[in-house]
């Protein structure tokens, strides 16, 4: 009976054994899970994740991955004595892979919404479509990098962390390839085999290479003389010759297979075997540019040296056509710019047609045919234009620039309102202005005068008229045989007139009756002075100009240089301008109307003494 019962126990303790030691499938199949999710993570990282993070957290994410193949293989292979921890265990390794998944593949954005995210060496899609989501105008800027692949971000012009509401426009750098002005330092490359030589020529995009060849002693296909060696910028011509050995023994060539060779081996190729040649450019859908498409001799041909022309049609990468961009999404014109290599400029503009963000027009057409490397400009809606408050009118005049607004300005005279200064908009501040509608403006000309007759009276009589009534005046000379020495002859404005404030009036005083010359000469004379001089002789007297005198300048660009000089002498006009007319600025800007030197003259203090020189865009 004991043996019997003792093996009983035995039995039990065995099979509860078994029950304790039999694995848990809950747990294997998280293990299994943690596994899978860990490799996703692995390739992911590899080739979706940022340059930083293929460079340095790889070995990080090499080994984390490592560690849970081991464990997982581990806990399939072995016995388990406590689920619950290995549960919590892979579901905490599963969400820290699952984070590390979302966050590369940027599915959701875990930067706090509210402030600026960093955007180095995020693509341009990505960019843009944050702006869009944050209601961010985003301006990209063009820059050359060795380093950020093409369409990618160099930097931003606001810091990670800065609050949403301080962001007035988000300016980002963004890649287009290798800088060709780069300077590097070329080696001497004298014995050099010329497999070497361009190979080092493509890796370090050298542009301007010329190759020579000669009979000489060295070795043939190496490198004899180099014009110039040290630091260069990459677009400098570095000249390269090349030894033939020492006689050419051939007078005929036979062709070789060019589609897919680089215009540069081609090239080489061609000019070491002394033949003549031509290139022509075309497009071409899966051969990049600057790599060989066709050419009219097929391979195995034989071309004498020196005779026919070798011709050699060069891609010019695919041929792009243009979709109809203003049914596309901001997004969606983006990834196509990046798909097919372009480049890309938002501009925006008011208009009550279009919805605010909603596209107005691009500057190419559906279907036109465009190569890569085009810049495409988008201008997107700012939705209705409403009237804005301005204090001064030089900041109407530089709104009203920048979105081409159409404005007429009106003169009318003010008791209140100081001269130059707005009496009124023909819009009220939230006011609604349509597309193609005008704006008014009424700009004070200052108190209303009347000018007095001043015919007859002396220079002190005429200048302490003037000056109680705050107008500029001027003297000039004239003999006359009716009115007496020292007394006003005429006036240049009439009397009765109605000028403004610090009208300059010119009064021509008598100098006396004519005297008698030698034959030949003049009988009068003349000449200038301004409301400080004083004298009243016979004689004339030498003109003169108050320097102290002047005001700011306004500056305002019309449609036109005709209109735009116009402009500049009607709110300026006491002022001395000498305009000229030109095809285009120093800064390359061709816009008819573009005042030149407008930066530099804009609400700069001028006197009225001198003569300001102006250059216009025709």
Request: hydrophobic share 35%; net charge neutral; aromatic share 8%.
């Amino acid at each position: 009976m004991k043996k019997q019962e003792q093996k009983m126990e035995e039995k039990l303790d065995k099979k509860d054994l078994k029950v304790k030691n039999k694995n848990n499938p809950i747990v294997d199949a998280l293990t299994i899970i943690t596994i899978i999710v860990s490799l996703a993570y692995f390739l992911i990282l590899i080739f979706k994740g940022e340059i930083e993070l293929r460079l340095t957290n790889m070995i990080s994410g090499i080994l984390l991955v490592l560690f849970t193949i081991v464990y997982g293989t581990t806990l399939i292979t072995n016995k388990k004595n406590n689920a619950k921890l290995i549960i919590c265990s892979n579901l905490l390794l599963i969400t820290f892979f699952t984070y590390g998944i979302v966050n590369t593949l940027n599915i959701i954005d875990f930067v706090n919404s509210n402030t600026v995210t960093n955007f180095s060496s995020k693509d341009l899609t990505y960019v843009m479509e944050w702006g869009t989501d944050n209601k961010i105008e985003v301006e990209q800027i063009y820059e050359y990098s060795d380093i950020v692949p093409e369409y990618h971000v160099i930097s931003q012009n606001y810091k990670e962390g800065t609050a949403l509401d301080k962001v007035k426009k988000l300016i980002v750098s963004i890649s287009e390839g290798p800088n060709p002005y780069k300077e590097i330092i070329i080696p001497s490359m004298v014995t050099w085999n010329s497999e070497d030589v361009l190979d080092y020529i493509e890796e370090n995009h050298l542009s301007n290479v010329k190759f020579e060849f000669k009979t000489d002693s060295a070795p043939e296909n190496t490198v004899i003389e180099q014009n110039i060696n040290g630091t260069i910028k990459r677009n400098d011509e570095l000249k390269l010759t090349f030894s033939l050995g020492e006689k050419r023994d051939y007078e005929e060539v036979k062709l070789i297979d060019f589609t897919k060779m680089s215009k540069l081996r081609v090239e080489f190729y061609l000019k070491r075997h002394g033949l003549r040649y031509e290139f022509s450019e075309d497009f071409h859908e899966s051969i990049k540019a600057n790599y060989a498409i066709s050419q009219e001799q097929k391979p195995g041909t034989v071309i004498k040296v020196d005779d026919e022309k070798v011709k050699v049609v060069i891609s010019k990468g695919p041929k792009v056509k243009v979709p109809d961009l203003t049914k596309m999404s901001t997004k969606e014109i983006t990834d196509w710019i990046i798909k097919n290599k372009l480049k890309l400029k938002f501009k925006d503009r008011y208009d009550d047609n279009v919805k605010e963000n909603n596209i107005i027009e691009a500057s190419f057409k559906k279907d036109e045919i465009i190569k890569q490397g085009t810049t495409v400009e988008i201008i997107l809606s700012k939705g209705q234009l409403k009237m804005k408050k301005f204090d001064k009118l030089s900041d109407f005049l530089e709104w009203a620039s920048k979105y081409n607004i159409k404005y007429e300005e009106q003169h009318e005279f003010s008791d209140t309102v100081p001269i130059g200064e707005i009496i009124s908009y023909s819009y009220k501040k939230g006011d609604v202005i349509k597309n193609n509608d005008t704006i008014i403006i009424k700009i004070s000309d200052g108190k209303k005068i009347e000018v007095p007759n001043l015919k007859g009276l002396t220079k002190k009589e005429i200048s302490s008229k003037l000056d109680k009534l705050n107008l500029n005046y001027n003297f000039v000379y004239k003999s006359s045989n009716d009115v007496p020495e020292g007394k006003a002859i005429s006036q240049s404005i009439s009397s009765g007139s109605e000028v403004s404030s610090k009208t300059t009036i010119t009064i021509t005083i008598s100098s006396g009756k004519p005297k008698n010359k030698p034959s030949g000469s003049n009988s009068g004379s003349s000449g200038n002075s301004n409301s400080g001089n004083s004298g009243g002789g016979n004689q004339p007297v030498t003109p003169s100009c108050d320097k102290s005198k002047g005001s700011n300048l306004i500056i305002q660009a019309g449609h036109s240089g005709a209109e735009t000089i116009t402009m500049i002498k009607s709110l300026n006009p006491n002022h001395k301008f000498s305009f000229s007319k030109v095809h285009a600025c120093s800064n390359g800007d061709t816009a008819p109307g573009t005042v030149c030197n407008g930066a530099a003259l804009f609400n700069a203090w001028k006197n009225y003494c001198d003569t300001i020189s102006i250059q216009v865009v025709e």
